[in-house]
């Protein structure tokens, strides 16, 4: 049987750099390596985490495109996310 993974384990895809920050020029695809980081965007209600189409342009939206487009507290979100995103950076210290 294959080991679980936790929600706070890295992204095991070599081809995704590791997060450092998330900033408005994010592509979608590195955030929801990070199933902590896609809670905080679930929080937002942000549309394309329920959207079929969203899988064929993750690779190139950018979490501000996104935000601008439906009116989502992008500030706000970039601050709970990269808060979010501490978890998975302190294991590497």
Known sequence: MPKQRKKTDRPKK???NPL???TENTKL???LEYP???DVLRKYDFPCLSCPMAKFEID???LGQVS???GLDLENMI???NSA???????ES
């Not at 995103?85 to 294991?91: D, N, S």
């Open 85 to 91: 995103l501490k978890v998975y950076t302190k294991k």
């Open 36 to 38: 902590l980081v896609e």
């Open 60 to 62: 190139t939206l950018t």
């Open 14 to 16: 070599s081809s995704i």
């Open 20 to 22: 450092s920050a998330i």
């Open 68 to 70: 601008g487009a439906y």
């Open 29 to 31: 695809a590195e955030i």
């Open 79 to 81: 601050r709970e996310l």
